[in-house]
C-alpha cells in the first residue's frame, strides 16, 4: 500500500511549478521585448511604389507626400527651406490657402525674400491684394533688387487703385531687366490705366466748372430777361440776339476751357509738390529714393531738402548695387544749390557716394556730356578759390575717384 506524500513534500511540488510558470513568463516577455526591437520589414507594396522604374511611380507618388514624409520622423524636423518648397507644390497643384500656410512657416523659422514674394504671389491668386502688397515690401526690405517683389506689388497695388505705385514698381523692375517682355508689357498696361486716371479726373472737374459756371450764367440771363410782349416781331428780334449771345458764349466757353484744363494741371502739379515736401522721409532703399526723386523733379529745393534729410554715412546701404548713372550725375547737380552754405555735408556725401558697391564701375559708364558737365560743376562750385583748405585737398582727391582728369 503506497504511502501518502507528506505535507512538506507536496509544499515543494507546488513551490517548483510556481518556479517553471514564472520562468515560462519570463521567456514570453523577452521574446516579446526582442520582437518589438527589431526593425519592420517593409511590405511589398511599399517597396514597389518607392521603384522609380515601375509603372507604379506614375499613379501612386505623391511629391506632397514624399516632401512631407520627412516631418513624421522624430529625427528630421521641418526648416524653411523644406517648408518653402512644400509651399512650391501646394502652389503648382492650385492649393493657395495651402501654399500660404508652408510659406507662412518658412517664414516663421528663417524670413527669406523669396519665401516672402511666394506668398505675396498666393494671396494675389485668392485677390487678398493689401496681403500681397504688404509681403512684397517686406522681400523688397530683405533685398531691393528683386525684381519678382517688384513686378508682383505692382500687379497688387494696380487692383488696390494704387496706379502711381504700381507705375513705379513696374519701371523700377524694367530698369533692373530691361529685356524682359512680361515686366514691359506690365509696365506699359500700369501707365496707360495711370494716365487714362489722370484724364478722368481733369475731365471731371472741367465738367464740373463749366455746369457751374452755365448755372451762373442761366440765373444772370433769368435775371436779366425781358417780359414777353404781343408783337411778333419784337419777339423774333429778342430770339436773334439770344442766339447771337449764345454762340458768343460757346466760344468764349471753348477758350476758357482750354485755359482751365492748363490750370488744373498746374494746380494739381503744385499741389502734388506741397503734399510731397510734406510727406519727405528719409528713404531706406535704392527704390524708395527714386520714387522720392522723381516725386520732387523740378524743384532742386525740395530734393536738396530729401538730400540733407539722409545721414551721408547711410548712402551705401540705401544704393547698395542699385544706384544709376541718372541719379548720380542729378544729385552732384543738386549739391551745388547748398554747397557753399553746407560745404561739410556736400563733401561727406561726395566722399560716401564713392563708398556705394561698384561705384569705379558705375563711373565708367558716365557719357562724355556727363563728365563735362560734372568737371564743370567741380571747377566752378566745389573746388574753387573760395573753398577752403581742409575741404580742398578732400575733393583734389574725389576728382580722381570720380574720374575727372584736369
Known amino acids: 500500500m503506497a504511502r501518502a506524500p507528506s505535507k512538506h513534500g507536496r509544499d515543494q511540488a507546488l513551490d517548483f511549478q510556481g518556479f517553471l510558470s514564472d520562468l515560462q513568463d519570463w521567456e514570453l516577455s523577452l521574446k516579446d521585448k526582442d ?17 522609380f522604374g515601375t509603372s507604379s511611380f506614375s499613379t501612386n507618388y ?45 517664414i516663421a523659422l528663417s524670413p527669406t525674400s523669396v519665401a516672402y514674394a511666394n506668398r505675396a504671389m498666393s ?17 523688397l526690405n530683405l533685398d531691393d533688387r528683386y525684381i519678382k517683389a517688384y513686378s508682383r506689388r505692382a500687379t497688387a497695388r494696380k487692383e488696390l487703385g494704387k496706379l502711381k505705385e504700381s507705375v513705379e514698381d513696374a519701371e ?15 509696365y506699359a498696361e500700369a501707365k496707360s490705366l495711370y494716365e487714362k ?12 466748372s463749366e455746369e457751374k459756371r452755365a448755372g451762373k450764367l442761366n440765373t444772370k440771363v433769368n435775371e436779366n430777361s425781358i417780359q414777353p410782349v404781343s408783337s411778333c416781331t419784337q419777339s423774333t428780334e429778342m430770339t436773334a440776339v439770344e442766339e447771337d449771345h449764345t454762340k458768343k458764349m460757346n466760344t ?113 559708364f558716365l557719357s562724355s556730356n556727363e563728365k563735362a558737365d560734372l568737371a564743370k560743376i567741380w571747377d566752378e562750385v566745389f573746388y574753387n578759390e573760395a573753398t577752403p583748405i581742409e575741404f580742398a585737398e578732400k575733393l583734389d582727391n574725389l576728382r580722381a575717384r570720380y574720374c575727372l582728369m584736369r
Open 252 to 364: 468764349s466757353g471753348k477758350q476758357s476751357s482750354k485755359a482751365s484744363v492748363q490750370e488744373l494741371a498746374f494746380r494739381a502739379a503744385s499741389r502734388a509738390k506741397a503734399l510731397a515736401a510734406e510727406n519727405i522721409t528719409p528713404p531706406t532703399s535704392a527704390y524708395q529714393f527714386e520714387a522720392s526723386w522723381r516725386g520732387l523733379s523740378g524743384d532742386r529745393v525740395l530734393q536738396a531738402k530729401l538730400l540733407k534729410g539722409i545721414s551721408p554715412s547711410a548712402l551705401p546701404q540705401i544704393f547698395k548695387n542699385a544706384l544709376t548713372v541718372h541719379i548720380l550725375v542729378d544729385i552732384l547737380k543738386c549739391m551745388t544749390t547748398f554747397f557753399t552754405d553746407e560745404m561739410d555735408l556736400a563733401v561727406s556725401i561726395l566722399e560716401n557716394l564713392t563708398k556705394v558697391p561698384r561705384f569705379d564701375t558705375l563711373i565708367m
Open 62 to 106: 505623391d511629391p506632397m507626400n514624399t516632401v512631407s514624409s520627412s516631418f513624421n520622423s522624430d529625427d528630421a524636423l521641418p526648416d524653411a527651406a523644406s517648408e518653402k518648397d512644400l509651399g512650391n507644390e501646394y502652389f503648382k497643384q492650385k492649393k493657395f490657402k495651402e501654399a500660404i500656410d508652408c510659406y507662412s512657416r518658412s
Open 197 to 208: 486716371g489722370i484724364l478722368q479726373k481733369v475731365s471731371g472737374a472741367l465738367k464740373n
Open 123 to 139: 494671396y494675389i491668386k485668392i485677390k487678398r491684394f493689401q496681403e500681397a502688397d504688404n509681403d512684397c515690401t517686406e522681400a
Open 35 to 51: 520582437k518589438k526591437m527589431k526593425p519592420q520589414q517593409p511590405n511589398k507594396d511599399a517597396l514597389k511604389s518607392r521603384d
Open 172 to 186: 523700377f523692375a524694367l530698369r533692373l531687366e530691361p529685356h524682359n517682355q512680361e515686366i514691359k508689357k506690365q
